[in-house]
């Protein structure tokens, strides 16, 4: 793989780090679903939720599998086609999302978005790993590209909804589609195009191989999403689903075990550090995703999505701060596993000042500790998993290892449980709203309010609902003790063993 340049030479260096910063950011957020933005699309759309779920989550399969087959497209094409491929794809899928009607059409664009996407986030990725570190250390630019990703993901979900309740959907890729633009002028006139000196050519790409992964993961996307409107398994399609994306994914394994050149080494998985970091990213999906939060916010305090969005920026000064405290500590050389103990313990403080804080009585302001707390915890564990994951992979290594990152932790650990606690909270609600309503003295209650059936009602879906948050909570502050605790304890068993055998 070569690695060059991507400025030309009369390009000074306070112009450079300024495009460099915006290519970064507006390649990161220019995502073609935006979490705000969707609830107006399916709103004045006339559809369900459910596909620009399914396209979200098809976004980051996309990027998964964009990064694995990037080690590819670096030996074939330069530095300069690479990234006005991935822009160019970004404004044009962008574009279709902004005009389509059709949601099938959506999740699609979000899928092939994702996967080119990263032919330009690898080009600049590198130029920022090269500015921060001439050695290629990763924990010196970690910090920076995540509290970048975080906060501006965080940032432009808000601005986009802004834009959404203001004028109207559509209106908020406008700006996404200009920023890209604006991309695609400064890449034109900045970057110079460095020939590969050695091509190599992409008739033995392992395309059946990206295609039954695809397939697989798209597969099991769709059971995920539509799991809880189907009713799961007593629904034919959902076990279809499963069986197929089962299916594809062994036929993928085989195939891969047999391939000279294939898309995903499977030798990765015989690295000790490569499983575990999989393993912790698939643990952080039980923290991450905000249902608890999102479901007080709008249901009991009334919030609405413009508010909702704004409250999520409480979350980047956590964000900043833990990026801070992992640039340091790894500068300091220190380990990474009592920094993974405190990233998952500041999980735990969240979700118990959540779990403490379901009431009524709760106020926007009363958001900005625990979401504090949240957003450390984010920037933290992001950002030492994903180093304890690709410790001493080489760059070749390190794309597909990263591929297979995202692929865990954006899509199968947080999406799978996004959904579960989904179904969970719906399933719960109706057991807690049955239980209240049966110690409750309906006929006193309808002769003191005069027949205020609507709000007695509607006060016992909110104390339904404030229960069964409290109740899965509860369950993911024990599971977040008994993750933080096994850390430190094997962490401190290994010391101590190494210490009395003298390595």
Known sequence: MELNDLFYKWVPVFVRLPVLFVLLFVILVANGVFLGNTTAMFSSLGEYQEPYIQASNALYIGMGLGLMFETRLKQRFSNKELLLYGLSMMLLMNIICATTDNSSLTV???????????????????????????????????????????????????????????????????????????????????????????????????????????????????????????????????????????????????????????????KLFKIRNFRLGLFYFLLLGIFVPSTFHSAFSSSILQYEMIQNTALNLYMLPGIITG???????????????????????????????????????????????????????????????????????????????????????????????????????????????????GHTDTTDFLAKQQGNVLNYYKNLQAQALLSASKEISGYIIIIGIVISLVIIINYTYQKVKNKSTGD
């Open 108 to 266: 699609i664009a979000c899928l092939f978005l994702g996967f080119s996407k990263m032919a330009a986030l690898v080009e600049v990725y590198i130029i920022w790993l090269y500015i921060w570190s001439k050695k290629l250390d990763s924990s010196r630019f970690y910090p920076f590209v995540y509290s970048t990703a975080l906060c501006g993901l965080f940032l432009i979900t808000w601005l986009t909804t802004k834009l959404a309740s203001i004028y109207n959907w559509r209106y908020a890729y406008i700006g996404i589609i200009i920023l890209i633009l604006i991309c695609l002028l400064l890449s034109l006139l900045f970057v110079e195009n460095h020939s590969l000196k050695k091509k190599i050519p992409l008739y033995q790409v392992d395309w059946i191989g990206l295609l039954l992964l695809a397939s697989s993961l798209m597969f099991f996307d769709y059971a995920l999403v539509y799991g809880k409107v189907e009713n799961w398994f007593d629904s034919s399609k959902i076990i279809t689903a499963l069986f197929a994306s089962v299916l594809t994914l062994l036929l993928f394994i085989k195939l891969e075990l047999s391939l000279k050149r294939p898309l995903l080494d499977l």
């Open 323 to 437: 990026s801070v405290v992992c640039y340091f500590w790894y500068w300091k050389k220190y380990d990474a596993e009592p920094l993974l103990f405190i990233g998952f313990l500041a999980f735990v403080l969240y979700h118990s000042i959540m779990y403490s804080s379901f009431s009524v009585n709760f106020n926007s302001d009363d958001f900005i500790l625990p979401l504090f707390t949240k957003g450390f915890a984010m920037a933290t564990l992001y950002i030492a998993i994903g180093l304890y994951t690709t410790n001493k992979l080489a760059i070749g290594l390190v794309l597909s290892a990263g591929g297979m990152m995202i692929l865990i932790r954006s899509f199968l650990g947080s999406g799978t449980f996004s959904a579960l606690y989904s179904y969970l909270l719906y399933a719960e609600r109706i057991k807690h709203f049955v239980a209240i309503a």
